[in-house]
């Protein structure tokens, strides 16, 4: 099951990518062409599948996977206009997509999901063609990186890590894909550190309610591990009311990891 998961969660990521601004740049620093076929891994709302279709254009393709048909059927209404993008429901771990049919893979904030990414990564390179590009981005230490951060919100937000850990999440996908691209044999990896969010002050609303739209997600399987849902909602109140801080500074990483497949 997708953690994350909310009626809110479709608005959350289109968000969040909106607000980062960099993603059409490193798709293209990272290889991806005109005329390209890309593969959008647990593509979400199907917002980085259409900036990937602008820029592989008509002559190209851009297949979107995820597992969730409400993401799917945004991601299909984003980008009806474009009949060079298609959307599927398929698990990255098992695309049935065909041998090396795609030049350029992209799978961002879905390998912090998955207990078994070698799988994930070996189906990746499988649909990728020999001297193709795989790249995933994904997230490292999220909501660690604060100042002021006091002790009991560091232990809190250790303690939400914790109890999505026993699902499966790992907080530090992003500086272990490295290792595990060249475990994997796939070449020339490379790695580009971006970031999430800086915040030197009160974050705005945008990164205020991505938290709480996250929180609330989170909220079934993070309550517990606090004793019940009202003194989790409290730490997650007070945590919201650090990121307000106008004297506190607040920051989180992307890690973009890219390799050829030989
Ligand atoms: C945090 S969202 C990221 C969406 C998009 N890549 C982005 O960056 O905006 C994670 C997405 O991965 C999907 N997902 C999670 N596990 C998956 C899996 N095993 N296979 C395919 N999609 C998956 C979820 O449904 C969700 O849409």
């Known amino acids: 099951m997708y953690l994350m998961e909310s009626t809110e969660e479709g608005r959350r990521l289109l968000a969040q990518e909106g607000a980062s601004g960099y993603v059409r740049s490193v798709l293209v620093a990272t290889g991806l062409q005109p005329g390209a076929r890309a593969l959008d891994a647990g593509c979400g709302p199907g917002g980085i599948s259409e900036t990937m279709a602008e820029l592989v254009g008509p002559a190209g393709a ?31 771990r098992r695309t049935g997509l065909p041998d090396a049919s ?57 303690r939400i890590v914790d109890a999505l850990a026993t699902r499966g999440f790992d907080l530090h996908v992003g500086r272990k894909l490295f290792s595990e ?11 580009h550190l971006l970031p999430y969010y800086l915040v030197a002050g009160a974050a705005d609303e945008r990164l205020m309610k991505d938290w709480e739209i996250r929180f609330a997600a989170l909220e079934p399987v993070a309550a517990p591990a606090f004793g019940g849902h009202a003194p989790y909602q409290e730490h997650c109140r007070e945590f919201l009311r650090m990121l307000a801080d106008p004297d506190g500074f607040k920051y989180a990483v992307t890690l973009v990891t890219e390799g050829t497949r030989p």
């Open 181 to 191: 691209f060249r475990s994997a044999g796939l070449q020339d990896v490379r790695v």
């Open 102 to 158: 795609v030049d350029y893979v992209w799978s961002q904030y879905v390998f912090e999901y998955l207990p078994d990414r070698p799988v994930a990564l070996a189906e990746l390179m499988r649909v990728t063609r020999p001297g193709g590009r795989v790249v995933v981005s994904d997230i490292d230490g999220l909501g660690f990186q604060n100042w002021p951060f006091p002790e009991h919100l560091r232990v809190g937000t250790q």
């Open 62 to 92: 851009v297949v979107g996977l995820d597992l969730n048909e409400e993401r799917l059927r945004e991601a299909r209404a984003r980008n009806a206009h474009r009949p060079w993008v298609r959307f599927a429901q398929a698990d990255v």
